[in-house]
């Protein structure tokens, strides 16, 4: 397993067309039903999706996608390199997504998260979301449910977020 060390940066970025192997590749270790190389493309040329990825000595360790609709950001994906978790990433990458959705006029955040992913609904809690619903058979590999969650004012996350993250 591969140690961030202090002198190690962690660089989020916008994706670009030369990422789109590397983020594959990230589906397919995170995820039992992974979004297609075509499919991670296309979003490239969708006029409201916008990718982010984090980059350590030239590597992708980690990414996440959102949708902003109106003043509404819906997060499509969120993965980090498993040899990479546990580091603070996570909480790092969504506050840099929290801050590219208010570039783009979003207010509030929304995202699925399975039933069973504790770490990630921690995260999320963390970060000021909130279950507000639930999706039946959500997950069509297990057939489990998603929680919605929703964080209402990302403004005010920002706010009182102790980092000072730029994209």
């Known amino acids: 397993m591969h140690e961030l060390q202090q002198s190690e940066h962690v660089l989020f ?12 590749e990230l589906e397919r270790i995170c995820f039992r039903t992974p979004w297609s190389r075509a499919a991670l493309a296309g979003e490239l040329k969708n006029d409201v999706a916008h990718y982010l990825v984090g980059e350590c000595d030239g590597r992708v360790i980690a990414y996440a996608g ?22 603070g990433l996570g909480r790092r990458l969504m506050l840099c997504m929290m801050r590219t959705a208010r570039l783009f006029g979003a207010a ?27 999706r039946k058979g959500y997950y069509t ?6 929680f919605l969650l929703w964080n209402h004012d990302i403004a005010l996350t920002l706010a009182h977020a102790d980092d000072s993250i730029t994209v």
């Open 108 to 134: 509030t955040m929304t995202l699925e998260v399975r039933e069973t992913n504790l770490g990630a609904q921690a995260l999320y809690a963390g970060l000021g979301f909130l279950r507000e619903g639930r």
């Open 13 to 24: 970025r916008p994706m670009q067309k030369a990422d789109v192997e590397r983020v594959a």
């Open 141 to 146: 590999d297990t057939g489990e449910d998603a």
């Open 66 to 87: 959102m949708w902003v609709l109106f003043d509404e950001a819906h997060i499509t994906n969120v993965a980090v390199d498993p040899a990479f978790r546990r580091r």
